[in-house]
Every structure is written in structure tokens, then in C-alpha cells.
């Protein structure tokens, strides 16, 4: 495939697998995050099967963001896939306990993060009017929980960003979707529950939750659609997975 791939939250779960299947299709990678040393070992690993150009940065931070985006090399510049996947939740708790820096963290990494790397690469993307936009949003984005309050929100405004998005950018002719996983095993409970692993360990206890190549092989078949295809909206669940708040649990 002769494309290049931008891909946020590249250093753990959903991101990195992605970043792996993408590779083993040849597509060149923008590896994103702010772990460098994370960043530089899925470079090593993936270099023998594409190429690879790592960028460190906080999406948080809007100058920096422009600045890493800035810094592209020629072969790297022109992006013609962007992955909007990092984001994470922080805490669960009922709204009138909630921890503010909690609030803050989510909706400026989940939402502001998200719109100020889509802007960045979008410039390049109207210019050649050809790219596709990924959105990783969730099923918190579809429905509230009890206690997902402000993870529930930011989500959300990524389905609505994801509709805005492929509204603006129709007459540009820039594909936009979101993919909205359920429960997926990976580094998210341990963030959410700031390191509590047998918490976090507990959230995917009894049942076969998915794995991030499944989304990973989800996100792959709606980037090799043709280009004719929009996958606008992807919702997908573990089978054991009926809402957010239905799961069947072996005990
Ligand atoms: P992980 O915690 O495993 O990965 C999160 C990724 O986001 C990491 O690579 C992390 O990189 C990156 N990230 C977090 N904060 C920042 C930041 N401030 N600046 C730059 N990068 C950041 O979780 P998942 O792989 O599960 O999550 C990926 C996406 O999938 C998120 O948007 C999440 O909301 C969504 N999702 C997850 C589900 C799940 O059940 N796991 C279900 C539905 C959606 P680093 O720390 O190196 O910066
Ligand atoms: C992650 C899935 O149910 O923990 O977005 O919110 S959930």
C-alpha cells in the first residue's frame, strides 16, 4: 500500500496494534506518543517491514503538537491516514466526587488533543484533497454508565467531531469514520485506575474481552475499503458484551 499513516497513542494497546498490522501491509508509519523509549523499540521491531519516523510529543500540548507535525521529514510529509486513537479515561467516579484534574486530563487529551493533531495534518490533507480519518472513539461515545460521566462526555464529542469532521471535510473528498470498541484488553484500566492492577485486571476477569488486533484488523479492513467506501460508524463488542453495563461473566 503506498500510503502514510499517522497514529496517535502508538506506545500501547490499540495504537501499537495497529501500528503492527499496518506494517505488515507496508504502509509507511508516523509513530506517536509520548514514551520515546516506547516509540523507539516498535520502531526497531517494525523497520525490517516498512518505514518508520517516530514523533515525540504531549497532544495536549498545542505548540508542540504543530511543531512535531512541522517537523516531518519530505518522505513523511504527506499523510494520507490519520489514526486519532490516543486517549485514555482517568478515574470512575460519581460526578460529585470526581476529580477535576481527572476532568481536565480527559478532555484535554480525549477532545482538545484530538482536534489539535486532526488540524495540524488536515492542512496537507485539504491541499492534495485526498486522506482518510480515523477516529477512535468507544462505546462511551454511544451511551453514559454510571460513573463514566466525563470519559463519557469526551467520547461522545468524538462522535460528534467525527460527524463534523465528514461534514466539513465532504467537498474536500477526505473520508471520515469512527471505530467504537467496547471492552479491550489493554493498558486503559491500568490508567483509569492509576496503577491498580488487580482493579484494573478485574475489568477483564471472567469473560473474553477483545483484543487489540481485533480492532487493529477492523481499523485495517476500513482503510483497504475502496476508495468509493466510507465506513462512517463502527460500533464492535465483545460477544459477552451487550452494553456498557451488560457483560456475561463466567462467575
Ligand atoms: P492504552 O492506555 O493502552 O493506550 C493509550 C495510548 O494513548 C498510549 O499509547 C498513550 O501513549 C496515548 N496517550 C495517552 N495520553 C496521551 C497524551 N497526553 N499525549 C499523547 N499520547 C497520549 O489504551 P487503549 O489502547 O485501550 O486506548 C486507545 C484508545 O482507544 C483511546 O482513545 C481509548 O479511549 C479508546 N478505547 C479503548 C477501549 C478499551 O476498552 N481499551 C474501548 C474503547 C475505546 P503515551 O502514554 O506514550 O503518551
Ligand atoms: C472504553 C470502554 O466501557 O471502559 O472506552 O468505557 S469503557
Not at 507496508?26 to 506518543?33: D, K, N, R, T
Not at 470519559?151 to 463534523?164: E, G, I
Amino acid at each position: 500500500m503506498n500510503e502514510i499513516a499517522l497514529i496517535t497513542g502508538a506506545t500501547s494497546g490499540i495504537g501499537r496494534e495497529i501500528a503492527r498490522r499496518f506494517a505488515e501491509e507496508g504502509i509507511s508509519l508516523i509513530l506517536c506518543g509520548r514514551r520515546q523509549k516506547r516509540l523507539d523499540e516498535l520502531k526497531g521491531e517494525l523497520s525490517p517491514k516498512t518505514k518508520i519516523h517516530t514523533l515525540t510529543f504531549d497532544v495536549r500540548k498545542r505548540d508542540d503538537v504543530n511543531r512535531a507535525i512541522d517537523s516531518l521529514p519530505a518522505a513523511f510529509s504527506q499523510i494520507s491516514i490519520l489514526i486519532n486513537n490516543a486517549g485514555n479515561a482517568h478515574g470512575l467516579d460519581p460526578i460529585d466526587k470526581g476529580n477535576p484534574d481527572d476532568w481536565d486530563a480527559m478532555l484535554d487529551i480525549n477532545v482538545k488533543g484530538l482536534l489539535y493533531v486532526s488540524r495540524a495534518v488536515l492542512s496537507g490533507m485539504v491541499e492534495r484533497a485526498q486522506g482518510h480519518i480515523i477516529n477512535i472513539g468507544s462505546t462511551a461515545g454511544k451511551e453514559v454508565y454510571p460513573m463514566g460521566n466525563v470519559y463519557c462526555a469526551s467520547k461522545h464529542a468524538v462522535d460528534a467531531l467525527n460527524q463534523a469532521m465528514r461534514i466539513d471535510l465532504n467537498k474536500h473528498g477526505i473520508r471520515v469514520g469512527s471505530v467504537n470498541p467496547g471492552l479491550v484488553e489493554t493498558e486503559f484500566s491500568d490508567v483509569r485506575f492509576k496503577g491498580d492492577k488487580s482493579r484494573a485486571k478485574s475489568v477483564y476477569a471472567g469473560y473474553q474481552p477483545l483484543k487489540p488486533e481485533d480492532i487493529a484488523d477492523i481499523v485495517y479492513f476500513v482503510v483497504s475499503c475502496p476508495a468509493h467506501v466510507n465506513i462512517a460508524d463502527l460500533v464492535v463488542m465483545p460477544t459477552a458484551q451487550a452494553s456498557s453495563t451488560i457483560v456475561k461473566k463466567d462467575r
